[in-house]
């Protein structure tokens, strides 16, 4: 993953250009009160698993004003266990963090005036334990894409 946020707070993104992603490009995770604004993401669209925006339980997000094309999902909202598979992963840390997202919900996305292109799903809404609310997706120009919206259950 090229950009990473693990349990924070208060995070702003804005105006950068991201090229050619191995796999996840953005992501945040456990995180809340986050803005991501006029980004550029471009990623090889024959790159599986490429996907851009990544968010995991995370509340108090808006995303703006972004051109994203990703050979995987464009923007996601997940609800992820707190174990996510992740070698010496100890769910006590977690708990230790001060920062973030303590809830248990994704919740709170705003996501407007974005361009998306993915060899998936364009939005994808869904996947993992935990809830998710409270999403608003507003003047979003989707093209060349596998899937426009996917909404997945939970495992």
């Known amino acids: 993953m090229t950009i990473v946020f693990f349990h924070c707070t208060k995070v702003t993104i804005r105006d950068i250009t991201v090229l050619d992603t191995p796999v996840w490009a953005i992501r945040f995770s456990y995180c809340q009160n986050v803005a991501v604004d006029g980004i550029t993401?471009?990623?090889n669209l024959m790159i599986p698993n490429s996907d851009g925006i990544h968010t995991t339980v995370c509340r108090n997000v808006k995303i703006s004003n972004c051109d994203i094309q990703a050979g995987d999902d464009a923007i996601i909202v997940t609800g992820?266990?707190?174990i996510e598979n992740t070698p010496g992963f100890d769910s006590k840390e977690q708990e230790a963090y001060t920062y973030g997202n303590k809830s248990k919900y994704a919740e709170n996305?705003?996501?407007t005036n974005c361009r998306l292109?993915?060899?998936?799903?364009?939005?994808?809404?869904g996947y993992g334990q935990?809830?998710?609310?409270k999403l608003v997706f507003s003047n979003i120009i989707i093209s060349e894409s596998n899937?426009?919206?996917?909404?997945?259950?939970?495992?």
């Open 41 to 43: 993401l471009r990623n």
């Open 80 to 82: 992820f266990a707190r």
């Open 117 to 125: 292109q993915s060899r998936s799903s364009a939005i994808r809404i």
């Open 130 to 133: 935990h809830p998710i609310r």
């Open 109 to 111: 996305i705003q996501v």
């Open 147 to 155: 899937r426009g919206i996917g909404i997945f259950a939970h495992d």
